[in-house]
């Protein structure tokens, strides 16, 4: 009896620790897994509740929850934890300093307090200078390709116009088959005497007129300098392109500048802006001789059309004369045109057309 009694203590005995071991177990597990959750929690972004995940619900959480440590407990390690998280990485750090850098540039503090004067002026004079050559270069360009294109429909009108004159500077060969045939004629009529004893040469009596000799003159000259235009608007171009490639080149802002205004000094000492101009002044000339030798010809021809073209050609070049003068008593005139800006250069200007003024200007 005794021994079966000693039986039944053994078993109650081993169930018991049994118990004790699965509850011990259990709590270890949930302290592990509360461990976890804690990790978990300091990982997460700002800005997220710091409620941690939902626990499992029944009795077994809470007889346990009592054992395990609550995040309270923890507050060295999480916030040691959210320390590091709330320090900014390097790629947030540098997106905050290319943002200062852009209000920076746009800004006007760095150049009223950071750069001395010497800096500050030659700032200036570049920000000047782009300004002035860009117009400046726009302007010319613009001149250039108009007498290129100009020039180019000239020249062929002007070519077919020479063209068309071109017997006129050598004899007619139907003279002479004229003549000949002639000669023949009066031989088989029996006129011998008439005929002659030589055959007919008209062109050992030909000469050229003295009016066609002056009127292809004039032709050709019109044609020549309209070409000389093209060709000068063509080195028009380059010098424009060289100056604006090599205005700068290399070195600080300094020697930038120094050189920049070396190169638009040469374009003052050398007369550039009244040479460029020449070019349509050349153009202008080609236009009148043409009308000239277009006029007379028809005067040869035709008088009653040559009237019209004349009365063209004047009216052309007195209306084209008054606005030169014009410009040149008025700076403030716009008609301005290519010559007067020669003639002001070299220094035609409203006291030689009005000597009378005694250098009192118009407004005066």
């Given at each position: 009896?005794?021994?079966v ?9 081993r ?14 597990g ?10 978990l929690?300091?990982e997460?972004?700002l ?11 029944g ?7 009592s ?10 390690e ?14 947030e750090l540098?997106?905050?300093m ?12 760095a ?15 570049k920000r ?39 017997p ?38 030909w ?22 235009a093209?060709?000068g608007a ?25 050189r ?5 000094d ?13 070019f ?15 006029s007379?010809?028809?005067w ?11 009365g063209?050609?004047v ?9 030169v ?19 002001r ?6 006291k ?5 003024s005694g ?6």
């Open positions: 009896m005794s021994q009694s000693a039986t039944d203590d053994a078993e109650d005995q169930t018991h620790n049994d118990e004790q071991l699965l509850s011990q177990n259990d709590v270890v949930l302290i592990e897994e509360e461990k976890i959750n804690v990790e929690l300091a997460l972004p800005g997220i509740s710091n409620a941690g995940p939902s626990q499992p619900a009795p077994l959480t809470q007889q346990s929850t054992n395990v440590p609550l995040v309270e407990d923890l507050t060295p999480v916030a040691k934890l959210e320390a590091e998280n709330d320090e900014p990485t390097l790629s540098a997106n905050v290319k943002q200062v850098l852009d209000v920076l540039q746009d800004s006007t503090i150049s009223k307090s950071g750069k001395d004067k010497r800096s500050r002026f030659w700032g200036v004079y000047v200078a782009e300004e002035h050559d860009s117009e400046f270069l726009e302007r010319y360009a613009t001149d250039m390709d108009i007498v290129l294109i100009f020039s180019g429909l000239f020249s062929a009108v002007s070519t077919s116009f020479i063209v068309a004159m071109e006129n500077l050598s004899p007619d060969p139907g003279d002479t088959t004229n003549a000949l045939l002639k000669q023949l004629v009066q031989i088989g009529l029996g006129n011998l005497a008439e005929a002659g004893s030589t055959p007919a040469d008209p062109t050992s009596t000469s050229l007129s003295a009016p066609t000799l002056w009127i292809q003159t004039i032709a050709y000259a019109s044609l020549s300098m309209s070409l000389l093209a060709f063509v080195l028009g171009k380059q010098w424009l392109g060289y100056y604006k490639s090599n205005r700068y080149g290399r070195g600080s802002q300094e020697e930038r500048g120094k920049r205004q070396e190169k638009f040469g374009l003052i000492t050398w007369y550039f802006d009244a040479v460029v101009q020449s349509p002044v050349l153009l202008q000339i080609s236009l009148l001789l043409f009308g000239i030798a277009l007379a010809n028809l040869y021809e035709q008088a009653s059309i040559a009237w019209v073209i004349i063209t050609t009216f052309g070049f007195l209306f084209y004369s008054l606005t003068m014009a410009c040149l008593i008025s700076p403030a005139c716009p008609f301005q045109t290519p010559i007067s800006t020669i003639l250069v070299l220094r035609v200007d409203s030689i057309i009005s000597p009378n250098g009192r200007s118009p407004s005066e």
